[in-house]
């Protein structure tokens, strides 16, 4: 059995904004017709099952335009430094410090710095501070990796955790099921966490090879400019 | 929304918190209907991002004529076909590849799980169900899925729907009912499956 009425009846059904006596009309119809009963329930049975959508969290992101940025200074320190541009700040004023023949020395009568001029302290000082210098950029790499990956340690414990308890608490017993949706989750969450670990170990390489590149760059030079005199 | 407006006013001053605490009001609203159309997150965050882009480059022309949610989702709305057509473009041409998100940011932060935890089951399951609808709204047709989306998620009439599509709003009615239809089956088969 059909009725051409159905999608007109069903269309008009669910809009919004009906009056009154649009409804009564509808209604009318839907009493004398079952077909058009039964599509409307489908129709209203598959829009509830749309609106069990659960809104999902926005991920972190920079929500100010630079443009908007540039027109109020940041109040706060932190909003502005970026810590990925720690590198290159460094390399820069080692660069300055380099090009500009800078000389640090410690004195009996406190820290002198000369600009250009004989100071008294070799190149080889200037290699060695460079060499230390590189020795704890690597090493802070090799902590910040350590402390990245204990947080990525504790995150997933705590989440396994917490699936357990939960799955305990509402099955009780493991059922078949509550131990599909165990292993289903598991594997969402290693999968999640994997791609955000290999992430964010890139994110560090990159940033600490860079200031080791440049550290090792400007060594090089030091040496080159030791040996031309 | 009087809060909207005042938010509205101060953005265009120039007040970066403003524009920062409007945006967040709305963000999960315009990310949610960005997921919903484009099916993924990489996609979705991207077309989130542009309609913010386009709301804060329009912001000086809105008259408060309207609410600014239904200002902002016209914007959303036509950015979401302007995607849509680019990605088609590019798919036609085998040119398309996924981009990560947001290069610059600490991927760790991205973890929206990370505080606080929420349970996990229940997190399965809302992801579970989010999935199924995409699933299916992803059966649909370009146009039937965003009339669904305007329809079922954004409430919006058939006439509101033809205006913004520059369609008759008969069109829009036969195309809702036909997407309607293609859910219906779509569920029944799964329901019958399992």
Known sequence: MTCHKTEYLITEYLEVDLTARQRAILEQHLQECAHCRQELAAAQQTQARLRTWQDEPVPQWNRIPESLLK?????????????????????????????????ITNTPDGIA???????????????????????????????????LTVRMEERQDAANAQLIESVVSQFGESTSRSLEQVVAYFEEQRQQDLQVLQSSYQQLADSDYQTIRSVQQLATYVQYQAESR | MKQDEALISDALRGSARAWEALVRRHETRVYNFSLRLMGNQTDAFDLMQEVFLGVFRNLHRFRGESLFTTWMFRIAHNKAVDMNRRRRLFSEHDLYAEQDADDDADPLDQLTADLPLQDPAAILSEERSNRDINRYLGALSWDQRLIVEL????????????????????????????????????????????
């Not at chain 1, 027109?71 to 090009?99: G, I, T």
């Open chain 2, 151 to 194: 329809k079922v998620f954004q409430s919006h009439t058939f006439d509101e729907i033809a205006e913004l599509q520059d369609i008759p709003a008969n069109t829009a009615k036969t195309r809702f009912y036909t997407a309607l239809k293609k859910l219906k089956e779509l569920m029944e088969l799964e329901h019958d499956m399992s």
């Open chain 1, 113 to 147: 710095v000369a600009f250009g001029g004989e100071a008294g302290v070799s190149e080889s000082l200037v290699l060695e501070q460079l060499a230390r210098f590189e020795a704890q950029q690597r090493q802070e790499q090799e902590e910040r990796m350590q402390a």
């Open chain 1, 71 to 103: 027109v109020e200074k940041p109040r706060k320190l932190e909003s502005f430094f970026n810590w990925q541009l720690a590198p290159l700040a460094v390399s820069f004023l080692l660069a300055v410090a380099v090009m500009m023949n800078v000389k």
